[in-house]
């Protein structure tokens, strides 16, 4: 590779319309959590626009190295309201291509197609469908270990 150098990335493009989580409302509060987002500043923002507001769709989209930040994001507005928002998860890839230029006229440009793991979590105050796969309910976990023998 001392042969390229980097060149220009270019990305599958976020539509909502692509989201595959069933019956997302309009007026749904889009997070799209980046690997430079600070969690402080979307965290406030999301709290800012739910402050007096009892009707809650919020969407957190992270892909590649910001999902975790994204699932984090998530788990935090869920304790903040108290565990009472209903949760659907949807995990998936995003394309992204990555172009590599040649620094020596006799080589040809290299493309190198990658799929980053992307995450979409949608919280909602009101009730959604509980047949949906990742679907949580309020304040609902499911344990690591069930029925677990402490006698170690």
């Known amino acids: 590779m001392e042969n390229y150098i980097k060149g220009k990335n270019i990305e599958e493009p976020l539509d909502i319309s692509k989201i595959p989580i069933p019956n997302l409302p309009q007026d749904v509060l889009w997070?799209?959590?980046r690997g430079g987002t600070k969690l402080s500043n979307v965290l406030n923002h999301v709290m800012k626009e739910y402050e007096n507001k009892t009707d809650i769709a919020c969407l957190w989209t992270?892909?590649?190295p910001s999902v975790g930040k994204a699932v984090s994001c998530a788990e935090?507005?869920?304790?903040e309201f108290k565990n009472n928002l209903h949760q659907i998860t949807k995990i998936g890839y995003r394309l992204v291509e990555e172009y590599w230029d040649p620094i020596l006229p006799e080589l040809d440009q290299l493309v190198?197609?990658?799929k980053l793991p992307m995450i979409h979590i949608f919280l909602s105050s009101k009730p959604l469908d509980t047949s949906e796969t990742g679907y949580q309910a309020p304040g609902k976990f499911i344990?690591?270990?069930?029925n677990r023998n402490t006698k170690d």
């Open 62 to 64: 992270g892909f590649g």
């Open 76 to 79: 935090i507005m869920k304790k």
């Open 112 to 114: 190198v197609k990658r």
């Open 31 to 33: 997070m799209q959590i």
């Open 143 to 146: 344990p690591y270990f069930k």
